[in-house]
């Protein structure tokens, strides 16, 4: 049976749970969107179906973000994907985007329960658009220019911690 994830923002305002199939937080994204949303070292991202989501609290605090991309050029453009994160806060709760409408991915960093499983090897991602000072986590790591062969889904059922 999926894992119910339990998460809120730092103030406590949102508070909202979500069953996942794909509770390991093994893939850390250092773009310069999740950098700048996420914190310097960028963001983790689970899975989960968003039919599943279920907003306990807070709802009418949930603010949503759409990335720039290529700002400041001729090419500058909106990104699908919308970040939803506390507006008293400004914690990031969960990303969805409306090209993969039926999947939602909680920030590993709003999860409060239970306490999530530490991969063996991490997987970091979008090292195209990492700045020098950032630094990478210790222990064992795969890295990837852009993104790695496996989807999250992926990742998990190569790994056997996907939870049916």
């Known amino acids: 049976m999926p894992v119910k994830l339990e998460g809120s923002c730092h103030c406590g305002t949102v508070r909202f749970d979500v069953l996942s199939s794909t509770p390991v937080p093994y893939q850390l994204c250092v773009c310069s969107i999740c950098r700048k949303v996420g914190g310097v070292g960028g963001s983790v991202n689970l899975g989960a179906p968003a039919k599943a989501l279920n907003i306990t609290q807070g709802r009418r605090h949930i603010g949503v973000y759409k990335a720039i991309l290529d700002g400041d050029t001729a090419h500058e453009s909106v990104a699908s994907s919308e970040r939803n994160f506390c507006t008293r806060c400004s914690a990031m709760l969960w990303l969805y985007d409306e090209n993969w409408p039926d999947l939602l991915h909680p920030f ?54 996907y939870v049916d």
């Not at 090292?127 to 993104?147: A, F, I």
């Open 108 to 161: 590993a960093s709003a999860i409060d329960k239970p306490e999530l499983e530490a991969p063996e090897e991490m997987v970091i991602v979008k090292l195209d658009s990492k700045p020098r000072y950032v630094r990478l986590p210790e222990g064992p790591k795969q890295t990837y220019e852009h993104y790695g062969p496996d989807s999250i889904e992926g990742w998990h059922k190569k790994h056997g911690k």
